[in-house]
């Protein structure tokens, strides 16, 4: 479901928006904007494996399901990933403030999982710092005929007054609403996502199929996340403990695909973390973090301010309530 607020230095407002729109219990939400769009198929399939909106770019390891989230705490960093499917290859992210002029270097590093008898392809991740703010910067992954280039802009400076424009998505999976939620996201003109979690629905599948389907999701989300930053929360779709597969670390695929600036927020979990960005303070928390014994990673060291959004992704399995919290801002947390 997509969702657009614009920032102001009223924070309380979107707030309020977000349980409007997530609860449907706020009335008179104010701060205006949203779409009309309503999903309208139901029950929705996934879009099948050899649908165009997977395709599989073309030449030998070609960079796909490349993705940016934002690298560090003020919004002068990029994370980006991608995959590479046939060797490892280069980990290096080339990167100008103009096109095919690419001044600068970044080199990232590379990982690889198994889940089950599935192996993933080489996932890569760099992190891009020491960028300027509200620059237009061009990049380029991948190497000899077979590299890929993109483009992201980074935010303006951090200011309480500064308007900015978030689109809210969660719960998208990869079916035919997925396909028109994530092409109306993107006729909005939101300029970075908060991606409230239950990302690619990829634990319907059993055995191989689990990873296949968080390929097909890297490489449908691509058209937005390597253009503009998601920023990552997880939710219980995450979590994947499937023991009669063998497989127990909760969050496996997602922590391995999904990176997050949390260091640079001092957490010891990507699950929890914090950014600023423009005029807001998001702060991510994981409700699921004692699963698996997970123990509480860490003290939030923040100051919640009224310029803060929480989110705070609450859902139980079969059930799937979304939660967010604002009474976190007075109360402290509990
Ligand atoms: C990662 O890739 C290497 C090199 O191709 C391979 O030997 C290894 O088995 C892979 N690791 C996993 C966990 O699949
Ligand atoms: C993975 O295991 C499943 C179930 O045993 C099997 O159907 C499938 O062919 C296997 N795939 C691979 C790539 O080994
Ligand atoms: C959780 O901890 C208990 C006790 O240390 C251990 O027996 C169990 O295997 C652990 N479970 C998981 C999923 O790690």
Same mark, same amino acid.
């Given at each position: 479901?997509p969702k657009?607020v614009?920032?102001?230095?009223?924070l309380?407002q979107?707030?309020?928006?977000?349980?409007?729109?997530?609860?449907?219990?706020v009335k008179?939400g104010n701060?205006?904007i =949203?779409?009309?769009? +309503?999903?309208?198929?139901?029950?929705?399939n996934?879009?099948?494996?050899?649908h165009? *909106?997977?395709?599989?770019?073309?030449?030998?390891n070609?960079?796909?399901? *490349?993705?940016?989230t934002q690298?560090?705490?003020d919004g002068k960093?990029? +994370?980006?990933s991608?995959v =590479?499917?046939?060797e490892?290859?280069?980990?290096k992210v080339?990167?100008g403030?103009?096109?095919?002029?690419?001044d600068f270097?970044?080199e990232g590093?590379?990982?690889?999982?198994?889940?089950?008898?599935y192996?993933s392809g080489?996932?890569?991740q760099?992190l891009?710092?020491?960028?300027?703010y509200?620059?237009?910067y061009?990049y380029? +992954?991948?190497s000899?005929?077979?590299?890929?280039e993109?483009?992201?802009q980074t935010p303006p400076q951090i200011?309480?007054?500064?308007p !900015?424009?978030?689109?809210?998505?969660?719960?998208?999976?990869q =079916?035919?609403?997925s396909?028109?939620?994530l092409?109306?996201?993107m006729?909005?003109?939101a300029?970075?996502?908060?991606?409230v979690?239950d990302l690619? !629905?990829?634990?319907r599948?059993m055995y191989?199929?689990?990873?296949?389907?968080?390929?097909t999701?890297?490489?449908?989300?691509e058209?937005?996340?390597?253009?503009?930053?998601?920023?990552?929360?997880a939710g219980n779709h995450e979590?994947? !403990?499937m023991? !009669?597969l063998g497989e127990v670390?909760?969050?496996?695929?997602?922590l391995n695909r999904y990176? =997050?600036?949390h260091l640079?927020?001092k957490?010891s979990s990507?699950?929890w973390?914090?950014?600023?960005?423009?005029?807001?303070?998001?702060?991510v928390l994981?409700s699921y973090?004692p699963?698996g014994?997970?123990?509480?990673?860490?003290?939030?060291p923040?100051k919640f301010?009224?310029?803060?959004?929480?989110?705070?992704?609450?859902?139980t399995?079969g059930q799937?309530?979304?939660?967010y919290c604002?009474s976190?801002?007075?109360?402290?947390?509990h």
């Open positions: 479901m657009v614009e920032t102001q230095s009223m309380l979107i707030l309020i928006l977000v349980f409007f729109f997530f609860s449907a219990s008179n701060a205006g =949203t779409s009309t769009f +309503i999903r309208s198929e139901w029950p929705s996934d879009i099948p494996l050899d165009e *909106v997977f395709a599989v770019p073309k030449g030998h070609a960079p796909q399901q *490349v993705h940016i690298g560090d705490y960093a990029v +994370i980006i991608w =590479t499917p046939d490892p290859g280069s980990s080339q990167y403030v103009s096109k095919k002029n690419y270097t970044a590093a590379v990982r690889n999982y198994s889940f089950y008898n192996t080489y996932i890569h760099c891009v710092d020491g960028l300027e509200d620059t237009k061009y380029k +992954i991948g000899g005929d077979s590299y890929r993109f483009w992201f200011n309480p007054d500064t !900015y424009k978030f689109g809210i998505i969660g719960d998208l999976g =079916t035919y609403n396909l028109s939620t092409e109306h996201y006729q909005s003109g300029q970075a996502v908060l991606f979690g690619a !629905y990829a634990d599948y191989n199929d689990v990873g296949i389907r968080w390929d999701w890297g490489r449908f989300v058209r937005s996340a390597a253009y503009q930053p998601w920023t990552w929360s979590i994947e !403990y023991p !009669y670390i909760p969050f496996k695929s997602y990176p =997050t600036p640079a927020s957490s990507p699950l973390y914090a950014i600023r960005r423009a005029s807001a303070h998001i702060i994981s973090s699963f014994n997970f123990s509480f990673p860490f003290i939030l923040y301010s009224s310029h803060s959004i929480v989110i705070w992704i609450h859902t399995v799937g309530t979304t939660f604002s976190i801002l007075q109360q402290g947390l």
